[in-house]
């Protein structure tokens, strides 16, 4: 079982800046996929970025390509998410969520393992 808790989430203005954060305990997660995902009230949770196992290829939503970017640390048990450019639209709790393969994939039933969300809102 991997546990993963998400930090960093708040309220910003519009333009600003966050960073979110999520650490893993239990099984170890160096083989995973990682990824962010948002839910927006009233909306489907989406894919916002994920990251391989190796840190070395990622996927960005549309959305937020240019202005999002997503990391792992070196040792593989803690992922970021820093936003840049906040927009009224990125208000959502926002889950860090692992897979349990090598491979990216941006769909919510792909990924085994997640947080319980940090909220972001974004003021106009």
């Known amino acids: 079982q991997v546990q993963l808790v998400e930090s960093g989430g708040g309220l910003v203005q519009a333009g600003g800046s966050l960073m979110l954060s999520c650490a893993a305990s239990?099984?170890?997660?160096?083989?995973?996929?990682t990824g962010w995902f948002r839910q927006p009230p009233g909306n489907e949770r989406e894919c916002v970025a994920a990251v391989n196992w190796r840190g070395d290829s990622t996927a960005l939503a549309d959305s937020v390509k240019g202005r999002f970017t997503i990391s792992r640390d070196g040792g593989k048990s803690t992922m970021y998410m820093q936003m840049n450019s906040l927009k009224p639209v990125d208000t959502a709790v926002y889950y860090c969520a692992v897979r349990k393969a090598i491979f990216i994939q941006r769909s919510r039933s792909d990924y085994d393992y997640w947080g319980q969300g940090t909220p972001v809102t974004v003021s106009s």
């Open positions: 239990g099984s170890t997660i160096t083989n995973y996929v």
